[in-house]
């Protein structure tokens, strides 16, 4: 081991800040159009507008963040039921005792979330 | 297709080397569901039993079961060796004081640690309600849970994907543990985000080390990683960067400087108990990781990532030390000696040896008590509604409550690691590690900075003793809970101190890594 073995390391760091200080200093300006539109104001698929004259003064209610959270516990729930169900006949009972296990542990949460309002909008 | 299709094999899991672990995830999942269906007045009697009871059962199921059954399980994900037993097993004995001591309510239930109602915003009319309905946070003990099962796994994990989960689901619920305090509220939410987003950062490094890793090593598993490296494929140039970001991510956790900066605000703001418990348990299971990962996965570098660590361990005493003198706040000045002390393990963990194995599991094993205590002695101390934190509340405390003033005089005495105290037995099993392999200059600098910081924990005495009493601090009289913890951990910090021998032996032979 000698320090040769560094220059990559360098090098590599050197790169990375190059391309950080080009991309947001350098290219944005010299390649990207300039041409305002209202669109280029809309936050993507969101419904709400979000400058110059926000809704509400830019705030969101925090009752959106618990819906967002419980979709995204759901929708990762099925992103493993899905290749189980595909895979289950060569899975055998040890998948299905796993996968009832995970299914459990999702409703505990979902069952904490109802039972301590979580789901009441006012 | 076809071939990846029956290439299918199912995992075998050793049962009886992980129950521990299954036991404590078993027991959270519990503690959801009383959270959710068990009545409002009930809660904390059931929770605190449940908690302690499931504590108490995984550490049994440690020595009875896991401890014959050491093995590589789950697919080499997870590895049940001396080293994990002896980290998951001091977790578990210091997180049950811990969770003693964040059952205190002082006989009163309205003054406990943790906010009524961690959602709403200080003064506003839902934190009103709240108050009226009598709400408590008893949520804190399955998250307390949640995160013990967490730093159980991080020591044993045997791929760098399992370090990371572990890292995660133990991070997770201190980060929302930290912002449920009482009192200071906004201090408390402040700390809470700091840490969260600095957790965040640095999680996203380990990350980043992780995959440089694996596009060196082809797999994330520590004994293939092992073999590569002494292999050697000549593309050190990924290996040794994804090294150091691996090294980010958990020296971040360990709380070394220059990855500290998290630690005060975070130890300050959090309910005084979860500071006591983040500082001693995550401690042990982030020196548990470090050691797998360095002297598991990457022994072949030692000459890459030896020197970092020492000018880390270097840095972290100097820093630590030198900060610590100037805090005027208690819990500011606790999180400055950890830094210290997590420095002083770093000279040992540099020996990449069984001595440095056995060094280590012993200095976090006697720091965890003597801290949990110290914090659980901050929490009683109270000053017009609050803790009083800062150090002139606590002028003249030797006078008007002499019981509280020896017991955190004897807590400093041992941080200092003055003789017949644990912590300097375990000073000197770790330096005594750094002596056999040429680290004689380092461990010198560690005496000279143990001397530096002793200067900090004598002045607290002295303010104790040889100052007059100012102001309204008073002295609240703790429930048994919080008595049981605190005397055991005083007499286990005399005890270690002075009869070391049993320690320093079990910790030698649960000091052998599994490949």
């Given at each position: 081991m000698n320090h040769y073995s560094y220059y990559p390391l360098l090098i590599f760091a050197a790169l990375g800040t190059g391309f950080a200080v080009f991309s947001v200093l350098g290219a944005a300006?010299?390649?990207?159009p300039k041409r305002y539109n209202r669109a280029k104001a809309d936050a993507y698929e969101c419904g709400i507008q979000p400058s110059p004259h926000a809704d509400g003064g830019g705030r969101v209610p925090i009752k959106y963040y618990l819906t967002a959270m419980l979709f995204i516990v759901f929708d990762i729930e099925s992103v493993f039921l899905y290749p189980f169900a595909v895979n289950f006949d060569r899975m055998g009972l040890f998948a299905l005792v796993e996968m009832v296990l995970f299914v459990i542990t999702v409703f505990v949460a979902y069952a904490y979330v109802w039972r301590r309002g979580g789901l009441e909008w006012d | 297709m076809i071939a990846a299709a029956t290439g299918f094999s199912q995992t075998k899991i050793e049962y009886a080397a992980v129950v521990p672990m299954l036991v404590i995830f078993g027991v959270a999942m519990l503690g959801v569901v009383i959270e959710a269906f068990v009545p409002r007045r009930l809660r904390y009697v059931v929770q605190v039993a449940v908690t302690l009871l499931g504590l108490l059962a995984a550490f049994l199921t440690l020595i009875f079961s896991a401890?014959?059954?050491?093995a590589v399980t789950a697919g080499g994900s997870v590895v049940i060796d001396g080293p994990a037993l002896m980290f998951q097993g001091t977790v578990l004995v210091l997180s049950f004081l811990a969770v003693l001591v964040m059952a205190e309510r002082f006989d009163t239930p309205s003054i406990d640690a943790f906010t009524q109602s961690g959602a709403s915003v200080p003064g506003s009319p839902m934190e009103t309600n709240a108050v009226r309905l009598g709400a408590t946070s008893t949520e804190v003990f399955p998250l307390v849970l949640f995160a013990v099962g967490g730093m159980m796994l991080f020591p044993a994990a045997g791929d760098l994907l399992t370090v990371f989960i572990a890292l995660e689901v133990l991070s997770l619920p201190l980060y929302i543990l930290t912002g449920l305090?009482?009192?200071?509220?906004?201090?408390?939410?402040?700390?809470?985000?700091?840490y969260f987003l600095l957790g965040a950062f640095s999680s996203a490094f380990f990350l980043f080390g992780?995959?440089?890793?694996?596009?060196?090593?082809?797999?994330?598993?520590?004994?293939?990683?092992?073999?590569?490296?002494?292999?050697?494929?000549g593309r050190d140039g990924i290996l040794i960067p994804g090294i150091f970001l691996v090294a980010v991510g958990l020296l971040f956790k360990i709380g070394a400087v220059p990855f500290h900066s998290w630690t005060p605000d975070a130890y300050q703001g959090a309910p005084t108990p979860v500071a006591g418990f983040m500082a001693a348990c995550t401690k042990v299971a982030a020196f548990g990781a470090f050691l797998r990962v360095f002297y598991v996965a990457f022994p072949g570098m030692k000459w890459n990532w030896q020197p970092i660590v020492v000018v880390v361990a270097i840095l972290t005493m100097v820093v630590g030390a030198v900060l610590s003198v100037t805090q005027t706040d208690i819990k500011r000045l606790l999180a400055y000696s950890s830094i210290t002390q997590a420095g002083f393990i770093l000279v040992g963990v540099v020996a990449l040896d069984r001595q440095a194995v056995s060094g280590t599991i012993v200095y976090v094993i006697t720091y965890g008590f003597a801290t949990i205590a110290a914090f659980a002695l901050v929490a009683m101390v109270r000053s017009g509604g609050n803790e009083a934190t800062h150090l002139s509340q606590w002028a003249g405390l030797g006078k008007t409550s002499p019981v509280v003033a020896a017991l955190m005089a004897l807590m400093m005495i041992a941080f200092a690691g003055i003789p017949l105290t644990s912590l300097f037995t375990a000073k000197y099993a770790i330096f005594s590690a750094a002596v056999g392999h040429g680290g004689t200059w380092l461990a010198l600098i560690g005496v000279i900075f143990s001397a530096v910081a002793a200067f900090v924990y004598v002045r607290v005495i002295v303010l104790m003793y040889f100052s007059e009493p100012t102001g309204d601090t008073v002295v609240l009289t703790p429930s048994a809970l919080t008595g049981i913890a605190v005397t055991v951990a005083a007499v286990l910090t005399v005890a270690l101190g002075v009869f070391p021998t049993p320690l320093l032996d079990m910790a030698h032979n649960y000091s052998q890594f599994m490949r």
């Open positions: 300006g010299l390649a990207g | 401890r014959d059954h050491k305090a009482r009192r200071r509220r906004l201090l408390s939410q402040e700390a809470s985000m700091k992780a995959a440089l890793v694996f596009g060196y090593a082809g797999s994330l598993n520590f004994g293939t990683i092992a073999a590569a490296v002494s292999a050697g494929s």
